[in-house]
């Protein structure tokens, strides 16, 4: 087998920003303002509505706003492609709010007390600005993220030869997609898996695109290998499944004849799900924002404790306050976390070559409390802020730590998994006892084994779970035991 091929011309590790977010807060923000200048426009001119009136003038607001959003939708004014180019965005949902308002506000003119030319002039001048501004905003926005290819996934295809060229060509007949092919990647090193298939080169093997995956960004593994040759395809697997990337095989490469409803479409390629990212789209935005509002709470509110804890630190023994180290976050990408200070400066670790152990003497007095009642952990709210963390996940762990003199990551299968998703300050495995010191094989396990069932079973109402079983699990007695 050739050793990895070099890949020239990396492309820049530019995050890819799912468009079903950007559509959705458009639309929340078009509903929003479009409903408020309806109902003000209906109800303000009005000195006295009847109960009638007032239940009319309602429902004719909410309809106008409805079928202004559902005019905007079908005109592709949330489409990806014209974020770039508010111009005709600005003048067609104009010109659509205008018709539509138009027509409601004369029929709601039969009744005199409310529509009417005022309204419709009222409705358009607030359509046509809301649209200028947001569209403009957005488009200043958008504009460096599309050069950048924020909003064009990268696929890479898994696979040569005549499966994976028809794939390709299947792909490249396809209408609308924003998508591009970065290469093609096989362990077969011979005329089954040429060089080249169409214009895209094989860059490695498959161990080169885990490799890849975790230097650049790739959005989407396709598949191209028959669903017969089952061991190698397992054996392909087993090792992509720990990437934070969409895992599909192609529909073409099986002989057999599925329901089109067992297939996902990208384009007029049908796939077959395999591994799916934990979090995208939509519930990765909203996860995130959770995350940001919720630490920014915490820290106002933690911020004497946080106060005192500094000074108390700075009282019993000289050097700063915080302890920076280096440890694993999302993708295997290095984070540097930050804690409050637990052992003297010319004692601490910053590998965590050697883990914690009760009466440890590199401990202060007062690290032996903020460890025990994991205040030590509370300036990684300040990584949450920053994205590097989330509040609920897997705990980050440092470069090189270990159970029983061994690297975790040469303990467990898989472990490199629990990277799929952002790691946390507090996470399922916590909650459940396995927090404190990992000196057996069983408690790396046992924290991995917790790790990924949260990351399988992610929903916001977990995370919430976890969150308030978080300040009872620190008082629980399994807890106590194994926090140092």
């Known amino acids: 087998m050739k ?9 820049p590790k530019t995050p890819y920003i799912e468009p079903e977010v950007i559509q959705r807060l458009l639309k929340l923000g078009d509903a929003m303002v479009l409903t408020l200048a309806a109902l003000a426009l209906l109800f303000w001119p009005a000195t006295a509505l009847s109960g009638y009136e007032s239940t009319l003038a309602f429902l004719l607001g909410l309809l106008l706003m409805f079928a202004t959003l559902l005019a905007w939708r079908a005109a592709g004014l949330y489409e990806v492609g014209r974020w770039t180019a508010p111009g005709r965005v600005v003048l067609g949902g104009l010109l659509l709010a205008m018709v539509i308002g138009g027509a409601l506000f004369t029929l709601g003119a039969l009744v005199p007390s409310i529509g009417g030319w005022r309204a419709f002039a009222g409705w358009s001048l607030t359509a046509g600005v809301w649209l200028l ?63 080249q298939v ?46 934070p990337v969409d895992i599909r095989i192609s529909g073409q490469a099986s002989q057999l004849k599925l329901s089109p409803r067992a297939y996902e479409f990208l384009g007029e390629l049908p796939l077959l799900a395999v591994f799916d990212t934990p979090l995208h789209g939509w519930s990765w935005f909203v996860k995130g924002a959770l995350d940001r509002v919720l630490a920014a709470l915490m820290i106002v509110a933690f911020s004497p404790v946080m106060a005192a804890v500094a000074l108390a630190i700075r009282l019993e023994s000289a ?7 280096k440890r ?101 495995a916590q909650v459940n006892g396995w927090r404190g010191e990992t000196d057996t094989r069983e408690k790396i396990e046992n924290r991995i084994k917790y790790d ?23 008082l629980s007695p399994a807890n106590a035991r194994n926090a140092y």
């Not at 905003?137 to 290819?149: E, V």
């Not at 696929?155 to 499966?163: E, L, R, Y």
Request: charged content about 30%; some cysteine; overall charge positive.
């Open 3 to 11: 050793p990895m091929k070099m890949i020239e011309a990396a492309a």
């Open 133 to 195: 501004i947001s569209r403009g905003a957005l488009a200043l926005w958008a504009r460096p993220k599309a050069q950048a290819g924020a909003f064009r996934r990268r696929i890479a295809i898994v696979g040569g030869g005549a499966a994976a060229q028809r794939a390709i060509d299947t792909l490249e007949r396809s209408s609308g997609l924003d998508i591009e092919i970065i290469g093609l990647f096989d362990d077969r090193d011979d005329e089954r898996s040429p060089e």
């Open 198 to 243: 169409r214009r895209y080169r094989k860059l490695g093997d498959i161990a080169a695109l885990y490799d890849y995956a975790r230097r650049q960004r790739v959005d989407l593994i396709v598949v191209a290998i028959p669903l017969a040759a089952e061991q190698r395809l397992m054996q392909m697997l087993g090792k992509l499944w720990e990437l």
């Open 319 to 325: 050097g700063p306050v915080l302890f920076r180290q």
């Open 328 to 428: 694993y976050g999302f993708n295997n990408e290095l984070i540097e976390i930050y804690k409050f200070r637990s052992m003297y400066v010319d004692r601490c670790d910053a590998t965590a070559s050697k883990l914690v152990t009760k009466d440890d003497p590199r401990v202060t007095k007062v690290g032996r409390f903020i460890r025990k009642t994991s205040i030590d952990e509370l300036p990684q709210l300040f990584n949450v802020l920053k994205g590097e963390l989330s509040l609920v996940g897997p705990r980050p762990h440092a470069t090189e730590a270990k159970a029983a003199d061994t690297l975790y990551q040469e303990v467990v299968d898989g472990y490199f998994a629990r990277h799929k998703v952002k790691p946390g300050i507090t996470g399922w």
């Open 452 to 474: 990924l069932e949260y990351i399988d079973n992610w929903s916001l109402w977990f995370d919430l779970r976890i969150l308030l079983m978080t300040p009872l699990s620190l």
